[in-house]
């Protein structure tokens, strides 16, 4: 089963800010399974980016996704205050999907 | 438009088998490729999936929780039931049950998800 370890666990930055979600695999990954989702309070999660680097209907440009193999980067270009939130990295191998830990980003 | 409702206990006695449903609209789970998965997340935790069915009967499930779990579905009903077995309080989580659209495929909608709660 590969696991998948997500850094920092928390991201503290004003609106307005670059952000950038680390999201490392303990075995190589298929491109075109890794996705990120993101996950407000008291909500499900929604789909951010599927195939590493592809948005999701209705997913402003503002995200984007990017990496290979081992490494994947979300990037969240200019931080909107609606985008404080915890993001979640996901991957199928084997028909076994796994998810990362979470990476919370708060208003600093 | 997509739609997942998760459906079931709030509460269940340790030991007891836990059933869920998952009932959904604007997809067919007769559609080449579509599949239905069931994550869960404990309180204050991540996301962990438990199991997927696809449109050709094809389950798929977590290693580590396989022998407890069961996964089937009522195409006639737009239905997809999840049972756990054993349940014990460190299974206590916000159930949810998303769609993914193909083999391998991300989860691009979720239900809103359903707490249990595992007490004795």
């Known amino acids: 089963e590969i696991v998948l370890t997500q850094s920092p666990g928390t991201l503290s930055l004003s609106p307005g800010d670059r952000a950038t979600l680390s999201c490392r695999a303990s075995?190589?990954?298929?491109?075109?399974?890794l996705a990120w989702y993101q996950q407000k309070p008291g909500q499900a999660p929604r789909l951010l980016i599927y195939?590493?680097?592809n948005r999701a209907t209705g997913i402003p440009d503002r995200f984007s996704g990017s990496g290979s193999g081992t490494d994947f980067t979300l990037t969240i270009s200019r931080l909107d205050p609606e985008d404080f939130a915890v993001y979640y990295c996901?991957?199928?191998?084997?028909?076994?999907?796994?998810f990362g830990q979470g990476t919370k980003v708060e208003i600093k | 438009q997509i739609t997942l409702k998760e459906s079931g206990p709030t509460l269940v006695i340790p030991t007891q088998t836990l059933t869920l449903t998952c009932s959904f609209s604007?997809?067919?789970?007769?559609?080449?490729?579509?599949?239905v998965g069931w994550i869960r997340q404990p309180p204050g935790k991540a996301l962990e999936w438990l199991a997927l069915?696809?449109?050709?009967?094809?389950?798929r499930y977590s290693p580590s929780l396989r022998s407890r779990l069961t996964i089937t579905k009522d195409t006639s009903k737009n239905q997809v039931v999840l049972t756990m077995t054993n349940m014990d309080p460190v299974d206590t989580a916000t159930y949810y049950c998303?769609?993914?659209?193909?083999?391998?495929?991300?989860?691009?909608?979720w239900g809103q998800g359903t707490l249990v709660t595992v007490s004795s």
């Open positions: 998303a769609h993914s659209p193909g083999r391998k495929g991300p989860f691009d909608s």
């Open positions: 604007g997809f067919a789970l007769t559609t080449g490729g579509v599949g």
């Open positions: 069915i696809y449109w050709d009967d094809d389950e």
């Open positions: 075995q190589t990954v298929y491109s075109e399974y």
């Open positions: 195939g590493t680097s």
């Open positions: 996901q991957q199928c191998a084997g028909s076994v999907w796994t």
